[in-house]
């Protein structure tokens, strides 16, 4: 089945710092969807980003379909960014389901 | 947009009773919807695809006399946890695509709702 594999597993950043997360899948997909997991566990909709690029404040996303891979980048991070960012990947064949990968776990510390 | 509740947030039951969990669609309707499964620093797994009017898919390793889907609106569905175990707690998370794309960037996006955290003692 479709591999998504995410790194680095985790990051630990100073208040103001820059990061990447990478994505990586196996597989041609029609979806692809960055999401943060808060403390609660609720999953935050970030982007919808099959391909191309897209941004929303200090987080944008840039999805290269053909060499499958993804990568949301967090500028001027913020303690409340903490938490586990996911991808998950959907496949035509898929039935729309949606493939997780393991997560990044972000510490910002002040 | 495009808002998924759950219910119960947190649920406590004693083991050999069965527990329901709610999964709603508030702002738009959703014929495909679906069920995951989260263990502490684990990634989601997905459990099975809910279709409305239908029966529900199921994921290889998952027991469907277990975990019972009823999909029987275009904005709710229902996970049934029958003969709880201790091994069933866990976080339990469902989504739903809205079927129109309406109201998100395309039919294709699913949206989560916040969880219900099942412990069994």
């Known amino acids: 089945g479709i591999q998504v594999e995410q790194s680095p597993p985790d990051l630990i950043l100073q208040e103001g710092a820059n990061s990447t997360l990478r994505c990586n899948f196996s597989?041609?997909?029609?979806?692809l969807q960055w999401f943060h997991q808060n403390p609660w566990g609720q999953l935050i909709n970030l982007f919808y980003i099959p391909s191309g690029t897209k941004q929303n404040g200090r987080l944008s996303a840039t999805t290269v379909a053909t060499e499958r891979y993804s990568l949301l980048y967090i500028s001027s991070s913020q303690t409340t960014d903490s938490g586990v960012y996911f991808c998950?990947?959907?496949?035509?064949?898929?039935?729309?389901?949606?493939?997780f990968g393991a997560g990044t776990r972000l510490a910002v510390h002040p | 947009g495009a808002v998924v509740s759950q219910h119960p947030s947190r649920v406590i039951c004693k083991s050999g009773t069965s527990v329901k969990i709610e999964c709603r669609s508030l702002d738009f309707q959703a014929t495909t919807m679906f069920w995951y499964r989260q263990f502490p620093k684990k990634s989601l797994m997905l459990m099975a695809t809910?279709?409305?009017?239908?029966?529900?898919?199921?994921e290889q390793g998952v027991e469907k006399d277990k975990f019972l889907i009823n999909h029987a609106s275009l904005t709710l569905s229902t996970l049934t946890v029958t003969s709880a175990h201790p091994e069933d707690s866990s976080f339990y998370i469902c989504?739903?695509?809205?079927?129109?794309?309406?109201?998100?960037?395309?039919?294709?996006?699913?949206?989560f709702g916040p969880g219900t955290r099942l412990t069994v003692t």
């Open positions: 809910s279709n409305e009017g239908s029966k529900a898919t199921y």
């Open positions: 989504s739903a695509r809205d079927s129109s794309g309406r109201l998100t960037s395309s039919s294709y996006e699913q949206y």
């Open positions: 998950a990947v959907g496949f035509s064949g898929g039935y729309n389901k949606l493939i």
């Open positions: 597989d041609s997909v029609n979806n």
